[in-house]
């Protein structure tokens, strides 16, 4: 009925002039190119339900587009006459509309409240971080840390805005400290981020060892501009953070500059740039980086590594040992001395260290322990005969340049260590060593009694006995004890000593008591294959100490058939929580090791390395499937699983499920491969075998993925009405039952009923399965998943079959994260 609004009121609230015309097209969802805009969308929300009630109206009581008189014999202006938002929330409509066409207006007005919606979440592309914000670790300042201020005057010339108040320079502003491990690279670093965070909006600190703390860096920024999902989507919120990288919109922080006029809105928009810094911190590989690099020039970025290739094509240093004096210095300053006899002992001491800030500070610790002078630590090490037998016999191992005299040290402080202490040292020195959970290696998670092998010697075996271990640690430095958050953390080059010291058998029995740590603490005792996120949180914080194990062990033999068991188990636990959260990449090789640790122990024929088998051949199936890789490939996964799966059967409702679960993923690759017959009969084994178990049974459990992959072949065959009975089913069991932690499973179900109806030609219908999908993808597996993506591409085709190409194109952008979607965008965008 109208098409253009003069909006003044719902605009006004957001400070968009009173004069802006407003072009409503009800069937292209007009404006939505200012979706973007979260403010903005609210009040394109209100127009759209003003607009279309006015409409209403005026069409039911057949007047013309004049404006009506009210009761009061005033004019009724479009803002006056509908301001009832009750009218929006009907849920009957044929009392507004009479004649013909109110049935298409109805599903229009239907499509319009559901899809504004959905589209709303895929919308903000354009965000801004609320500021100051500061993502440092440790929060607080090293109090502790000496000298290298010409290092920091270097770094600021390099890094620092040239003026902060007008924002970027176009010149890169990056940074590299390399050098060897304790020299001090990681304290340089943290001391600049602290003493100039002032003058940065935000600074953002991102462990870069492994790729799984660069994912998880990246989430906790993705977080922080708003995306709810960053616990779900690892590859979407390295997408998001590094778009804001390059586009640093910043607002005020609400709890710091709060809104004069009450409330939570903001006084002002979002349009200056945010000046922020970036550490990557311990990249010792660099290639990690290339997917997290930021692709701008904005924003200052410092990266510190070992691995000299760091300063290529960037400014930085190579980060050498403290100097004598200074070295001696920080000793006198750690040691809180001022005798003349100590001053001189320190230059000694600092001498014999090589200028190494790590190593002075485990020095000043064994000094503060045994209550010594500088002078009296200086006699007692040069009497240590075992100081000579340590370089004579166990240096080689470990010389490199300065950290000849470090580890030195280190080794005689480690043949000083009880036997407690040394071994809790030896586990810490297998684990990430940036956050290590005490609760992790507490001796009350192992029983002796489930270990078929001896616990390694010296390993706590009571609370008390780890807190004597722990102790002896932390007094001189060798680790460090967050009080408040119970975890450890130790440097890089204490880990290389310390796995130095240990011959070949120690080693592997200390690696093998780690992966059964590991593996106790672990959320789970076996593979539900399911969705589950509330264990994401505990996977992925044991997630880092899993691929180091793993680094461990890659291309060496295991004897022990116990210690090959639970690296395969550990292994394929990580593997399956990677592709389910849609980390692809880091999966396969984790599914490969097992894999191939499982050929080994085949000729043992051991029934519990079978089951592991099993399921990592389910895994590598499924892995298939989602990165599209060639069907043949696919197809013998899937058929070397189902055959393995038939000679495991023993018929306990354990291995019943597990029957059934070949059975549905033969018949998921068989769908992909073309093979629908085969595809029907498989499912339809499937599905018989859950129904008879007493999951099935007590409303906890539904053949879901079966009864899809048969829906799909049954469809794909023009046996629609069957497959839509399968489909029916399904809803019914999850609408009787409980579909708490089932969201993933209905948003599947409803993804199948929409291809159903868009073969039987039933596009409006199929298009509220896609949007219903849409909704139960995004309570799991996050709004930009690859699930999601697929609804999305369907929905943009069913809209540019009706020409709607503007919403079309919404949809195929946000699918156009996935590759193969790309080229169908750029010819969409040619068409229009």
């Not at 009506?68 to 803002?79: D, F, P, R």
């Not at 959320?523 to 044991?542: I, K, N, V, Y």
């Not at 029916?728 to 969201?743: K, R």
Request: with cysteine; aromatic share 8%.
């Amino acid at each position: 009925s109208t098409k253009h609004i003069l909006v003044d009121r719902e605009f006004a609230a957001i400070g968009i002039p009173d004069e802006t015309l407003v072009e409503l097209d009800t069937d292209h969802f007009g404006l939505l190119e200012c979706l973007h805009h979260e403010k903005m969308l609210q009040a394109i929300k209100a127009v759209l339900k003003n607009a279309l009630r006015w409409a209403s109206t005026r069409q039911r009581s057949s007047s013309s587009l004049q404006p009506s008189m009210s009761s009061n014999g005033t004019n009724e202006s479009v803002n006056d006459a509908l301001s009832d938002d009750s009218w929006f929330a009907m849920n009957q409509t044929d009392d507004i509309l009479e004649g013909p066409e109110s049935d298409d207006y109805v599903n229009l007005m239907n499509r319009s409240r559901a899809e504004v919606a959905a589209l709303s979440d895929f919308s903000s592309s354009h965000r801004s971080l609320a500021v100051p914000y500061s993502m440092l670790k440790p929060s607080e300042r090293n109090a502790q840390f000496f000298g290298r201020q010409d290092m920091l005057c270097l770094m600021e010339d390099a890094l620092l805005p040239l003026n902060s108040a007008i924002g970027q320079t176009s010149s890169s502003r990056e940074f590299a400290i390399w050098g060897l491990g304790g020299v001090g690279k990681t304290e340089l670093a943290r001391e600049f981020a602290f003493s100039r965070q002032g003058r940065y909006d935000a600074v953002f600190w991102i462990e870069a060892e492994q790729t799984t703390q660069l994912s998880e860096g990246f989430a906790a920024i993705a977080s922080q501009l708003g995306y709810t999902d960053s616990d779900k989507d690892r590859v979407v919120s390295r997408t998001i953070a590094r778009e804001w990288l390059s586009n640093p919109a910043k607002r005020p922080n609400s709890k710091l500059h709060p809104n004069p006029g009450g409330g939570d809105d903001f006084t002002e928009e979002a349009t200056e740039e945010a000046t922020w810094l970036l550490i990557f911190n311990n990249a010792d590989d660099l290639t990690l980086l290339e997917e997290y690099w930021p692709e701008t020039r904005k924003g200052s970025v410092i990266l510190t590594s070992r691995d000299p290739m760091a300063k290529c094509g960037r400014t930085g240093i190579d980060l050498q040992p403290l100097g004598q004096e200074d070295a001696a210095m920080l000793l006198q300053k750690l040691a809180d001395v001022t005798s003349p006899q100590d001053l001189k002992a320190s230059l000694d001491i600092a001498a014999r260290l090589g200028g190494l800030p790590l190593a002075i500070t485990q020095v000043a610790a064994f000094i503060d322990r045994y209550e010594m002078t500088l002078s009296e630590f200086l006699a007692f090490f040069e009497k240590q005969t075992s100081i000579k037998k340590v370089a004579k016999t166990k240096a080689p191992e470990i010389q490199s340049g300065d950290h000849y005299k470090h580890s030195l040290f280190t080794v005689w402080t480690l043949e000083r260590l009880s036997q407690q202490g040394l071994t809790v040292l030896q586990v810490l020195s297998s684990l990430n060593p940036d956050s290590i959970m005490e609760s992790l290696i507490s001796p009350l998670t192992i029983d002796p009694a489930d270990h078929q092998q001896p616990l390694p010697d010296g390993f706590p075996t009571t609370g008390d006995e780890y807190l004597a271990a722990r102790l002896d640690l932390t007094k001189v430095s060798l680790i460090r004890r967050n009080r408040v958050d119970a975890k450890l953390t130790l440097h890089r080059l204490v880990q290389d000593v310390v796995r130095s010291q240990m011959t070949m058998d120690r080693a592997a029995q200390i690696s093998q008591l780690t992966v059964l740590l590991v593996l106790k603490a672990w959320p789970t005792g076996f593979l539900r294959f399911d969705h589950d996120t509330a264990t994401w949180d505990a996977s992925e914080e044991l997630l880092p100490h899993i691929l180091r194990l793993q680094s461990f062990f890659l291309g060496k033999h295991i004897e022990s058939t116990e210690a090959k068991q639970n690296l395969a188990k550990l292994l394929l636990f990580a593997g399956w929580y990677l592709l389910e959260r849609s980390d692809f990449k880091a999966t396969k090789p984790l599914l490969l090791h097992v894999l191939n640790l499982s050929d080994e122990a085949q000729q043992g024929n051991s029934p519990a390395m079978s089951e592991i088998r099993a399921d990592v051949l389910f895994c590598l199936s499924a892995l298939s499937a989602q990165i599209n890789e060639e069907i043949e490939e696919n197809l013998r996964y899937a058929r070397d699983h189902f055959d393995l799966r038939v000679k495991l059967r023993d018929g306990t409702a354990f291995g019943e499920l597990r029957m059934a679960m070949a059975h549905g993923e033969l018949a998921h690759i068989q769908v992909l491969a073309g093979q629908y017959e085969d595809a029907i009969h498989h499912a339809q084994v499937a599905i018989d075998m859950t129904e008879v178990s007493d999951a099935y049974k007590n409303g906890s459990d539904f053949p879901t993925f079966s009864s899809t992959h048969q829906g799909f072949a049954l469809a794909a065959i023009g046996e629609h009405d069957k497959a839509m009975q399968r489909m029916q089913l399904a809803l019914d069991y999850w609408t009787t039952h409980s579909s708490e932690g089932h969201s993933f499973q209905l948003g599947i179900i409803h993804r199948c009923i929409g291809f159903i109806k868009r073969q039987q030609g039933l596009v409006e219908d199929s298009f509220y399965s896609y949007l219903e999908a849409i909704k139960h993808f995004k309570d799991t597996v996050g709004d930009k998943s690859h699930y999601v993506a697929q609804m999305c591409s369907n929905l943009g085709a069913h809209h540019t079959d009706k020409q709607e190409y503007e919403t079309a194109l919404m949809y195929l952008e946000n699918a156009a994260m996935r590759k193969e979607l790309r080229d169908l965008l750029a010819k969409q965008r040619s068409y229009t």
